[in-house]
């Protein structure tokens, strides 16, 4: 089982130790043959338009668009969650995400203004109590389509309820940051969903 980290621009190898210190093999993917060799992806935080742009630089917008398609497992915390959404709400018109969730996210939700807010969130699913998230200049999902599982809200705060956590099938999102604050509960989950994904297309 090989998890990838996108490597083209943002917090790839917190992302790496992260999978790492959950026991599976993490390996960065910048080129589509290195995309070839994974058997899931992380799409880091970071910046989604500058993330856009390396990746049709790099000829990485179709594999990954394919290999979403195909069912490779996809998590994207932040900007990577921006990357996986159908729809962009305060970006600019030029910028491209990948999709594959059928989800509405506005960039910068959480107000220009405030860099940095800190909040908890109860994810369904994860067990062991709230997490406490960084939202660092975080989107938000705004709406989420039919086939969308929402998985967290904001506990509390002025963002009180905001939508910051979904599962589409084989894709995950969190707008926060797990692999900054060394809880590893999300990449748990998101490696056990990659292995069950094997599972399934080896027989
Ligand atoms: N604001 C960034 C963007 O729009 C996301 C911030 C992050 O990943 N910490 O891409």
């Given at each position: 089982m090989?998890?990838?980290?996108?490597?083209?621009q943002?917090?790839?190898?917190?992302?790496?130790?992260?999978?790492?210190?959950?026991?599976?093999?993490?390996?960065?993917?910048?080129?589509?043959?290195?995309?070839?060799?994974?058997?899931?992806?992380?799409?880091?935080?970071?910046?989604?338009?500058?993330?856009?742009?390396?990746?049709?630089?790099?000829?990485?917008?179709?594999?990954?668009?394919?290999?979403?398609?195909?069912?490779?497992?996809?998590?994207?915390?932040?900007?990577?969650?921006?990357m996986?959404?159908?729809?962009?709400?305060?970006?600019?018109?030029?910028?491209?995400?990948?999709?594959?969730?059928?989800?509405?996210?506005?960039?910068?939700?959480?107000?220009?203004?405030?860099?940095?807010f800190?909040?908890?969130?109860?994810?369904?699913?994860?067990?062991?109590?709230?997490?406490?998230?960084?939202?660092?200049?975080?989107?938000?999902?705004?709406?989420?389509?039919?086939?969308?599982?929402?998985?967290?809200?904001?506990?509390?705060?002025?963002?009180?309820?905001?939508?910051?956590?979904?599962?589409?099938?084989?894709?995950?999102?969190?707008?926060?940051?797990?692999?900054?604050?060394?809880?590893?509960?999300?990449?748990?989950?998101?490696?056990?969903?990659?292995?069950?994904?094997?599972?399934?297309?080896?027989?």
């Amino acid at each position: 089982m090989i998890i990838g980290v996108l490597a083209l621009q943002g917090d790839t190898r917190e992302h790496l130790h992260a999978v790492a210190d959950c026991d599976a093999i993490g390996r960065p993917v910048r080129r589509p043959e290195e995309l070839d060799s994974v058997d899931a992806l992380i799409i880091p935080g970071g910046e989604s338009t500058t993330m856009s742009k390396l990746a049709i630089e790099f000829g990485m917008l179709d594999p990954i668009r394919k290999r979403i398609a195909g069912g490779m497992p996809v998590y994207g915390s932040c900007a990577g969650m921006i990357m996986l959404a159908r729809e962009l709400l305060d970006a600019r018109a030029d910028q491209v995400p990948f999709g594959g969730i059928d989800m509405t996210v506005r960039r910068n939700a959480f107000g220009r203004q405030v860099d940095s807010f800190e909040g908890t969130v109860d994810i369904e699913d994860i067990d062991g109590g709230p997490f406490s998230a960084v939202f660092i200049r975080a989107p938000w999902v705004e709406s989420v389509g039919d086939g969308v599982r929402v998985l967290g809200r904001v506990n509390d705060g002025p963002a009180a309820g905001r939508i910051v956590a979904v599962r589409q099938q084989h894709l995950l999102a969190t707008a926060f940051h797990p692999e900054l604050t060394g809880d590893l509960r999300v990449h748990r989950y998101f490696v056990e969903m990659a292995r069950e994904a094997g599972q399934t297309t080896e027989g």
